[in-house]
């Protein structure tokens, strides 16, 4: 599922630089700036859920510890 959020944001993103450095009206390079932070804040959420869903199948093992008191 990775490759299918984080490609499609990653083309949004190059595209939209690309466009940008092209255009000289500012409210559209406002607006292309706005969809390329918008693009980046997505593809960290997205990283942050993969990465916690791969934690997440890990199995947890809780390692009983005994200490003697003299």
């Not at 292309?32 to 934690?55: D, G, V």
Request: net charge positive; charged share 25%; aromatic share 4%.
């Amino acid at each position: 599922i990775s490759h299918e959020i984080r490609s499609p944001l990653n083309i949004i993103s190059v595209y939209s630089k690309g466009i940008r450095k092209m255009i000289k009206d500012e409210d559209l390079q406002d607006s292309l700036k706005t969809i390329e932070f918008t693009t980046n804040s997505l593809s960290l959420l997205a990283n942050q859920i993969l990465e916690f869903s791969k934690n997440e199948n890990k199995k947890m093992q809780l390692n009983k510890s005994c200490t003697s008191s003299n």
